[in-house]
């Protein structure tokens, strides 16, 4: 089949970690062709080449969502920046564009805003059953929450036709009526309660963040008279929500594509966090928010299946009005080959402790190094070795040198003597150093693994210590428990103390060690690796096509009425073989056979004239041509009307025509008065 994959920020430009593991999925499906539509932070100017991909990956499209707009991929007949959009545009903008901004601007009556939820929308839509809705929150009523889901998606899907047929979308988003009509909203009755505040640049603001989020309704992924584009594939998968989904839906509105969506980290989760960390005005915040939680909304509802990586990402996307029904869950695929020579923790006296991870202030190294000063106490041999980068959170650089200048004076430089150099027990170091040539070295350096985060998705290195058979003390945060699930000691996070006693124990404790490390790694070995994902989702693919109804577009048949008929030749008409074949000239030699008038003396074969060789089966035929290609008996037997005529078809094709009975009875008479008259008799 053929996949629609649908990317933000990643595969297949990018590197990290949502590159790596669209590559494993693309080149572990190979049965299955991909078309992938990348969208990207900003325009790619200075891009670096793209790397080699697959030979099933047909097609790469690409977009930026940044403020630049390349002219390659507007619409076909998108006008030019000056030309204003007729007025009939802005009458249908201003209807689609006010209804979508009326529903996530404004709060249900009965209290605070209510997350929205789409159980009941879905059924309507093509989702899930509206049977056993959740209670609703904030205390605002069922039906009043649905209304508000209809508006936004009526306005969303207004606004991508409005794209697709004038062409004049970016324009008006950014336009004087864009800004008028979110204006309108946010001083109108039940309006969120930040929302009232907003100023003139604020309500910009926000306007040109719905502008950049709204960016792929104006794409030319959507198909011409060119190129299918999305209106081509079977199933789109997006890996993410947010902006990389919106094509998927637009795709299920007008072509009744599958959506299926895969998120392993919960891309609204993240929408609010760097939210909160950008310097915004409240009624920014809250109406972009708003909108992002509309928008997962809607993506939830109208997606065939959602695959979340872990329970925490669950429980989100349960809270945003997913449908339970249609979550499963789906680790994350990750390579165990380059860890698999790393041998199982030794029963030995090793105190090394080992943190690996990009260094930011949600790891909370803080909190470790007052661990680590409490477990020098207990074991003085020890020492703590902490391998990772500077991650990509803007106050990165000066956390990691605040961890440095703590590490030193804690643990100042300690010597074994007077003629000795001194050494800190804390290490700070990088894979590809010296002293950790690669990953698996530095687990395997250790006794213990350690996680100290106050914010984690999905715990990567723990997974990789798990792989390399080495016992883990972890703080409670995002799916760690899910993860470790009893092969490891779990603490609270922000808990010095108790995060010292767990690694304390397991360093006076080698038996122990050696028991949650083997345990660990026959765990991750069974629900982590690429085989099982990749598995997963190859299942997932065929199932969800097996459900899908069939698209009028990829319907050749149709009947008089011009009603697709995506069944109306049998699989078995396709097996090669002469007495499969098909086409007009096969059967033709069936009126053929018939009509022709045999000579004095010859024998004639009923089988032979009604079945010649080579011709189609009557049940590979489809009804309409097996209809037509029957022949019409003498006297107007098929003007006789209803089953009648038919069976008299039937029994001339069979038998043929009065006519041809009557000939053939009259050549047997001649030839037997011929053979008295001759005495042979």
């Known amino acids: 089949m053929r996949i629609g994959l649908l990317t933000e920020g990643g595969y297949p430009y990018a590197s990290g970690e949502s590159h790596a593991w669209c590559d494993r999925l693309v080149r572990g499906l190979t049965g299955h062709d991909f078309e992938v539509y990348a969208l990207s932070a900003e325009p790619r100017r200075d891009a670096p080449p793209r790397p080699e991909l697959p030979r099933h990956v047909r097609l790469v499209h690409s977009a930026p969502l940044g403020s630049g707009f390349p002219a390659g991929r507007r619409l076909a007949g998108e006008p030019r920046r000056g030309r204003t959009p007729g007025r009939r545009e802005r009458r249908r903008f201003a209807e689609c564009f006010g209804a979508l901004v009326a529903a996530f601007a404004t709060a249900p009556p009965g209290g605070e805003p209510a997350t929205p939820v789409v159980h009941a929308r879905g059924a309507a839509h093509g989702g899930a059953s509206a049977g056993c809705p959740p209670a609703v929150p904030g205390g605002a009523p069922e039906h009043v929450v649905t209304s508000k889901a209809d508006r936004f998606a009526s306005g969303l899907y207004g606004l991508a036709e409005l794209a697709r047929e004038h062409r004049g979308l970016p324009a008006l988003l950014h336009s004087e009526d864009a800004v008028r009509l979110l204006e309108a909203a946010c001083h109108g009755p039940h309006a969120l309660p930040a929302a009232p505040g907003a100023q003139v640049n604020d309500l910009l603001a926000v306007t040109a963040g719905l502008a950049r989020a709204l960016r792929p309704l104006s794409l030319d992924w959507y198909g011409d008279r060119h190129t299918p584009g999305l209106g081509g594939v079977d199933l789109c998968h997006a890996t993410s929500g947010g902006a990389a989904a919106l094509p998927g839906l637009l795709a299920k509105h007008f072509f009744a594509t599958p959506l299926l969506v895969t998120e392993y980290g919960v891309r609204l989760r993240e929408h609010y966090l760097a939210r909160a960390a950008a310097p915004l005005s409240a009624p920014v915040r809250a109406l972009l928010a708003a909108f992002q939680g509309a928008l ?24 945003c009005g997913a449908d339970r029904a249609r979550l499963r869950t789906v680790y994350p695929g990750m390579d165990a080959a380059p860890f698999g020579a790393v041998a199982d923790a030794a029963a030995d006296d090793s105190k090394t402790l080992v943190w690996v991870g990009s260094i930011e202030p949600a790891k909370d190294l803080i909190a470790l190094l007052h661990a680590f000063a409490e477990i020098r106490k207990a074991e003085p041999e020890a020492t703590l070795r902490i391998v990772g980068g500077v991650g990509r959170d803007p106050q990165a650089p000066g956390y990691l040198a605040h961890c440095r200048a703590l590490a030193a004076q804690l643990f ?8 000795s150099v001194g050494e800190s027990p804390v290490s700070f170091e990088e894979v590809g150093s010296p002293e950790v040539p690669t990953l698996a070295d530095a687990y ?3 006794a213990v693994v350690v996680l100290s985060s106050v914010i984690e998705g999905f715990p990567r290195s723990l997974v990789e210590a798990m792989f390399c058979g080495r016992a883990t003390v972890s703080t409670d945060a995002g799916a760690v428990c899910e993860v470790i699930g009893g ?3 779990v603490v609270p996070h922000r808990n010095p103390r108790a995060l ?4 304390t124990a397991l360093l006076g404790d080698p038996d122990r060690r050696a028991r949650l490390g083997a345990a660990a790694r026959a765990r991750a070995l069974e629900l982590f690796t690429v085989e099982q994902n990749v598995a997963a989702f190859r299942g997932i693919y065929l199932e969800l096509i097996s459900h899908a109804p069939a698209r009028p577009a990829a319907c ?39 009509d022709a008038v045999p000579a004095a003396g010859d024998a004639v074969s009923a089988t032979s004239a009604a079945a010649p ?34 069976r008299g078809a039937r029994r001339s094709v069979r038998w043929g025509g009065a006519d041809d009975r009557s000939r053939v009875t009259g050549a047997k008479e001649r030839a037997k008065e011929r053979a008295k008259e001759r005495g042979q008799w």
């Open 412 to 419: 100042p430089d300690e010597a074994a003597d007077t003629h």
């Open 444 to 446: 395997a350096s250790g």
């Open 487 to 489: 092969t490891g000691l």
């Open 500 to 503: 010292a006693e767990a690694c």
């Open 296 to 319: 997962a909304a809607e993506t939830y509802a109208q997606a065939a299946l959602i695959t979340p990586g872990n329970t925490h990402a669950r429980r989100w996307q349960e809270r």
């Open 613 to 646: 060789a080579g011709r189609t089966p009557s049940w590979a035929v489809p009804a309409q041509e097996r209809t037509a290609a029957l022949p019409v008996p003498a006297g107007g037997g098929a003007e006789g009307g209803g089953a009648a005529g038919v």
């Open 556 to 594: 050749g048949a149709r009947d008089a009425r011009g009603v697709p008929q995506p069944f109306a030749r049998p699989a078995e008409s396709h097996v090669p073989g002469r007495w499969a074949a098909t086409g007009a000239a096969t059967r033709a030699a069936v009126p053929a056979a018939r």
